[in-house]
C-alpha cells in the first residue's frame, strides 16, 4: 500500500485548524502529522516531522504565513516543504506573496472541502495548484509591480512560439484540459509542452510559471 500523504495543519483560529484536521483526517490516503496556531511553531514542527504538505494561514501571530512560508520553501532552502496556503482573504497582495515566498498553491477558505483534498493531493505531487480565478486576479493591480519597468521582448525568452502560447493560457489561469480545448490538442500533448516550458526556463512549477509570465509581460 502507499503511504499516506502527510500533512501539517496551521491556522490559528481553533474551529479552522479542528475543522481543516477533521477533513483531512478522514481520506484513507491523508494523514495529519500535526497541528499548530502560528508560523514559527509551523516552522518548528515542519523541520521535526517532515510532512509532504503544510496547509497554512495567512493571517498569524508570532509569525505570520508568508514569512513562515518563505522560511520553509522560498529560494535557498536546501530541502524546500510544499506548501498550500488558505486564507479569508482574496486579495491580489497575499496571492502574490505567497507565490513569491514559495508556495506551491493558493486556495480561499470558502472552497469546499473536495477543493481542499485535490489541492493537498496536488501539491504533494509536485505540481501547483492555483485557483484559476485568484489567478487572473494578478493581472489586477499587481501587474504592474510583478512586470520589469522596461519591459521585454518575447525574442529574449527561449521558448517556441507554440510553448509561448501555451505558457499564456496557464498564466490566464487555464487548466491543462482547457488549453487543450482551446488550442485543439491532446492534454498529453498540453503536458509535454507544460513540462518543455519548465525545463526552459529552469523553473520548478506551473505557480512559478505564472509570476514568471507576468514579469515578462505576457499577460496583458
Do not use: W
Not at 150 to 157: A, F, L, Q, R, Y
Not at 169 to 194: C, H, M, R, Y
Amino acid at each position: 500500500m502507499t503511504a499516506p500523504i502527510r500533512v501539517l495543519v496551521c491556522d490559528d483560529q481553533m474551529l479552522v485548524r479542528t475543522g481543516l484536521v477533521t477533513i483531512i483526517d478522514a481520506q484513507p490516503d491523508l494523514e495529519v502529522a500535526g497541528e499548530c496556531a502560528d508560523g514559527k511553531a509551523a516552522i518548528d514542527l515542519a523541520r521535526r516531522l517532515h510532512p509532504d504538505v503544510v496547509v497554512m494561514d495567512v493571517r498569524m501571530p508570532v509569525l505570520d504565513g508568508i514569512e513562515a512560508t518563505r522560511l520553509l520553501a522560498g529560494a535557498g532552502v536546501h530541502h524546500p516543504v510544499k506548501v498550500l496556503v488558505v486564507t479569508t482573504f482574496n486579495l491580489d497582495e497575499y496571492v502574490y506573496e505567497a507565490l513569491r515566498a514559495g508556495a506551491s498553491g493558493f486556495l480561499l477558505k470558502d472552497a469546499p472541502p473536495s477543493q481542499l483534498l485535490h489541492g493537498i493531493r496536488t501539491v504533494a505531487t509536485g505540481a501547483a495548484l492555483l485557483d484559476p480565478e485568484v489567478t487572473r486576479q494578478l493581472v489586477g493591480r499587481y501587474a504592474a509591480r510583478i512586470r520589469p519597468a522596461e519591459g521585454g521582448s518575447t525574442n529574449d525568452i527561449p521558448l517556441t512560439p507554440r510553448e509561448l502560447e501555451v505558457l499564456r493560457q496557464i498564466a490566464d489561469g487555464l487548466s491543462n484540459s482547457e488549453i487543450a480545448a482551446t488550442l485543439q490538442i491532446s492534454q498529453e500533448t498540453v503536458k509535454t509542452f507544460v513540462s518543455r516550458i519548465l525545463t526552459k526556463l529552469g523553473l520548478r512549477d506551473r505557480v512559478q510559471a505564472v509570476v514568471y509570465a507576468y514579469r515578462q509581460g505576457l499577460v496583458t
